[in-house]
């Protein structure tokens, strides 16, 4: 670990998801990229049969969830906490080309019930990193 990391312990509230592979949180240095949604084209997407696993930090809480869908520009995932529309929070996604991160907004939720809370989401903001293996992983998995 290097001057600046530090590790947070149960308790602690952090500003990031924080995972023992992925330790960093976002850093301004990097160059943000911000989907942008091209009515005229459908962006690269998946449905997994087998709902697949990803973490939230929703209200420095988080949040564990399955991803049913997922886009280039968001998705779609049953969580263990309901959550308001319009909630910024963090995911992260692991893929077999490493862990995706981004800021996402949640939708509104027309399809949630009591035993099947199901969330949609959209991205907010990434770093390059990040969306190019997304958009690997989608084309793998699409």
């Not at 023992?20 to 998946?46: D, L, Y």
């Not at 973490?55 to 988080?62: A, E, M």
Request: proline share 8%.
């Amino acid at each position: 670990m290097g001057a600046n990391d530090h590790v947070l312990g149960p308790s602690q509230a952090a500003p990031s998801v924080i995972f023992p592979q992925h330790r960093r949180a976002f850093t301004v240095s990097r160059m943000a990229h911000f989907p942008r949604v091209h009515r005229s084209v459908r962006a690269p997407r998946t449905t997994f049969p087998k709902p697949e696993p990803a973490n939230f930090r929703v209200d420095n809480q988080l949040v564990q969830g399955l991803l049913r869908r997922l886009s280039l520009t968001g998705g779609c995932a049953v969580l263990t906490k309901t959550v308001k529309t319009g909630t910024l929070a963090e995911i992260a996604i692991p893929t077999p080309f490493g862990v995706v991160s981004g800021l996402i907004e949640f939708l509104a939720n027309n399809t949630a019930t009591k035993s099947s809370p199901e969330f949609g989401f959209r991205f907010v903001a990434f770093n390059e990193q990040d969306h190019e293996r997304l958009s690997k992983a989608l084309h793998q998995f699409g």
